[in-house]
């Protein structure tokens, strides 16, 4: 099919309304389908956000030494201690100092170590 058929086919569309005779559309209906847009976009990519961030929050500030955890580096080590910004943990033979921030999975709650 070339591009002759095509403009053949849209001159067989219905012409455009005239002025006299056109309805006024609603000026809702107009803006109906962006106003669906950012329903959609809330439900679907902000609020599940806000989930994570809240779950996020409740988990570092349940924080504690003896937890094992994993860093969005990829370490897991024991808490040593907890700062208010950052915390210190304890890998194999090394000592870290982390930002609370980079915590992203407590692995398992445990007791208390002594450092």
Do not use: C, W
């Amino acid at each position: 099919m070339n591009l002759n058929h095509f403009v053949e086919v849209l001159a067989f569309a219905t012409p455009a309304a005239n002025s006299q005779g056109a309805q006024q559309q609603n000026p809702i209906v107009a803006f109906l389908p962006m106003i669906l847009l950012v329903v959609v976009f809330y439900f679907i990519l902000i609020r599940p956000q806000q989930k994570r961030a809240k779950e996020q929050a409740k988990m570092l500030s349940a924080l504690k030494s003896g937890d094992k955890v994993i860093t969005s580096a990829g370490i897991v080590g024991s808490v040593i201690t907890v700062k208010d910004t950052t915390v210190s943990i304890r890998s194999a033979d090394s000592k870290f100092e982390v930002t609370k921030a980079s915590v992203v999975q407590i692995l398992d709650a445990g007791t208390p170590t002594e450092s």
